[in-house]
């Protein structure tokens, strides 16, 4: 890869586009990348990421953090090509390959890479020490108070808490106005109310400049908290993508769902087709029957179905006059506490996680050995691939 400067293609025509779309155009990012590593696996992506945030999301060793460093240029692939709009950062075909300083991409790493000897307000600025002394100064100065660190400046990052450390790394980040950020889990050590507070400051700086950001998580929590958009990436492909909601709320795929945050997930045979009602009946174990959506599935088929724990009723008495149509006996076989919650396991034929209430577990008085019953609306249950 010879190419050192920043090439833009032929552009399209400006009347093919309307000027909005054009704006998209121009600071969407394009990927179609392919790189193989010995041992066969193969990170091999399709997709165009447009302004804002879009969550890259997927088990450990998915490829997420080999897709940043394609985008940063610290990985060359072996084929593709990526661009921001027009511009270009690599052409395997072309030879084209941009060094990562022309790239303008900014990096924030999972372990910040702050400089330890530098001031808040020196590692801010190093990225841009090129520039003249009053644009440098004021460029640090509107980014500090952005960040809401400008009484941090003078302070080196062992003197700041982790939630201050992250804002300056994304300040220095950001203060090169880059094309697009990269942020691979910088946020993860950090509470809920700490993140949320960096990501709306975020979001903010975001508004005025329109760029891609890339946050790397292995949070489901932070999918729907914190991103515009999912992209799920599984066994280095593209495997799902859209609004979080839609992404993780019904998943196609059974590792989506285990992400997702689906703790119950079981072999379902279908044994009727109720078309009238939309539903079809599934065994599930030796003895339990499931009314499930309809999909597209043959009598005798095996599929999987996925139940949150947290969408599960219990109770200790038969229920009666209830919508939904799954009321399933069993045995409570154990209670353990997580933090706020009680996940309680219930032997049904299947063993089936239950999430409820301190409250609620006093209130039924519920121990090992108890009887209840589990109820399950219909649309609670989804069917996807294994």
């Given at each position: ?99 990562p300083q022309k790239r303008n991409a900014g990096y924030v790493f999972q372990d910040l890479a702050l400089f330890p000897h530098l001031s808040a307000e ?126 993780l709320s019904a998943p196609r795929r059974e590792t989506v769902a285990q992400l997702a945050g689906f703790e119950n997930i079981l072999d379902a045979t ?117």
């Amino acid at each position: 890869m010879f190419e050192k400067a920043f090439v833009k293609p032929p552009e399209m025509k400006p009347e093919e586009l309307s000027s909005d779309a054009q704006t998209l155009h121009l600071q969407t990012l394009h990927l179609n990348v392919r790189k193989a590593f010995a041992g066969g696996f193969v990170l091999d992506v399709h997709t165009s990421i447009a302004p804002g945030i879009t969550i890259l999301f997927g088990p450990s060793g998915a490829g997420k953090t080999t897709l940043l460093d394609c985008i940063a240029g610290l990985t060359a692939p072996d084929a593709g090509r990526i661009a921001v709009g027009d511009g270009l950062f690599v052409d395997v075909a072309q030879g084209l390959n941009i060094s990562p300083q022309k790239r303008n991409a900014g990096y924030v790493f999972q372990d910040l890479a702050l400089f330890p000897h530098l001031s808040a307000e020196q590692n801010i600025a190093f990225g841009i020490s090129h520039l003249p002394v009053e644009e440098k100064r004021e460029k640090v100065r509107a980014i500090l108070e952005s960040f809401r660190i400008s009484l941090l400046s003078s302070r080196k990052p062992q003197e700041l808490s982790g939630g201050e450390r992250q804002r300056v790394a994304v300040a220095r980040a950001l203060v090169t106005n880059p094309r697009v950020l990269l942020l691979d889990e910088p946020l993860a050590a950090l509470d809920a109310a700490t993140k949320s507070k960096i990501i709306e400051d975020l979001r903010e700086w975001n508004n005025v400049h329109h760029i891609p950001i890339v946050y790397v998580t292995h949070s489901r929590e932070e999918v729907f908290a914190l991103g515009e958009r999912a992209l799920i990436l599984e066994n280095g492909k593209v495997t799902a993508q859209g609004t979080p909601h839609e992404v993780l709320s019904a998943p196609r795929r059974e590792t989506v769902a285990q992400l997702a945050g689906f703790e119950n997930i079981l072999d379902a045979t279908v044994l009727t087709l109720n078309e009238d009602r939309g539903t079809m009946t599934c065994q599930i174990g030796p003895s339990i029957l499931l009314e499930t959506p309809l999909v597209r599935a043959a009598i005798g088929e095996t599929l999987r179905v996925g139940i949150r724990a947290g969408d599960i009723l219990i109770s200790t008495i038969l229920p009666m006059g209830l919508s939904a149509r799954n009321i399933l006996p069993g045995d409570v076989v154990s209670l353990e506490r997580r933090d706020m919650i009680v996940a309680a396991k219930v032997n049904c034929g299947v063993e089936m996680e239950v999430h409820l209430t301190l409250a609620a577990r006093d209130s039924l008085a519920l121990e090992p050995g108890r009887e209840v019953w589990l109820v399950v609306k219909t649309h609670s249950c989804h069917l996807m691939q294994g």
